[in-house]
């Protein structure tokens, strides 16, 4: 997944944490300035979950 437009304030530990609530994730990494992370996931039901979730969309702009 490819992850956009945090809304401030958001950390890496934070936006890890809250994806994790949807299954395992295999790789989570977050740019420096914390504008975008990439998320590689153990499948892709757990994308699709985690796309879908209000909770999410309330603290991320974008999920691709």
Partial sequence: ???TGYRRPFTAKAAEA?????????????NNIKSMAYVIVCSV??????????SLSRSLARLI
């Fill in 18 to 30: 809250l994806l994790q609530q949807y299954g395992a994730i295999k790789l989570f990494w977050m």
């Fill in 45 to 54: 039901v757990i994308s699709s979950h985690a796309a879908r979730s209000p």
């Fill in 1 to 3: 997944m490819h992850i």
